[in-house]
């Protein structure tokens, strides 16, 4: 019954408009932040901190809000990555990415605002390695993270993506 709850709230607050979200990559000590989300299928999804951005404030002081509210960090927005297209009907959402430096605060699971308490969705933060991405399985991983080799290789991204997004036309 729950997960029909956080379906229902999750399409009535983003679904079937446009979305923008900003994603920050944070990387130290060869491990990059992860935070897991619990969908309302039950499936795990995991991807870097981030979300909606709030009309009238601009791009890394979106970033730094979103990741205070999930993370706890304080961070400092470096060079911008890529731009991601991301359309599963009734989600859609242009989803900028940008390298980030941590410069404060304490690390630990936040909350999504935008959710009620009894339907939030994160569940879980951590920093992991190249070897736990590539154990996660596709389905249950953000799309720009399945092929990398390396995270140098991130720094490098540039341009638009949607990997082969059946819904776009």
């Keep these: ?23 920050g990559v944070l990387i130290r000590d060869e491990k990059i932040l992860m935070v897991r989300h619990k969908m ?6 995991w991807s870097v901190p ?15 809000r979103e990741f205070m509210e999930e993370t706890g960090l304080e961070i400092e927005v470096g060079k911008f ?3 991601h297209e991301f359309l599963k009907p009734p989600l859609h959402a242009i989803e900028l990415f940008f390298e ?8 630990h699971l936040g909350i999504d605002p935008e959710l009620e308490s009894q339907n939030q969705i994160l569940s879980e933060i951590a920093w992991m390695s190249l070897k736990d991405l590539k154990n996660v399985p596709h389905d249950s991983i953000h799309q720009v993270f399945w092929g990398i080799k390396s995270f140098r290789e991130i720094g ?3 341009g638009y993506f949607n990997f082969g997004n059946k819904y776009l036309k």
Aim: hydrophobic content about 30%; some cysteine.
């Design 50 to 64: 981030g979300g909606g951005m709030d009309f009238g404030s601009d791009a890394p002081s979106n970033l730094k």
């Design 156 to 158: 490098l991204w540039k």
């Design 1 to 23: 019954m729950r997960e029909d709850k956080i379906g229902q709230e999750i399409e009535s607050k983003f679904g079937n408009k446009l979305r923008t979200r900003v994603n």
């Design 100 to 107: 980030v430096e941590m410069n404060g605060g304490k690390l």
């Design 81 to 83: 990555l890529c731009v």
């Design 40 to 45: 309302s299928d039950q499936r795990d999804f």
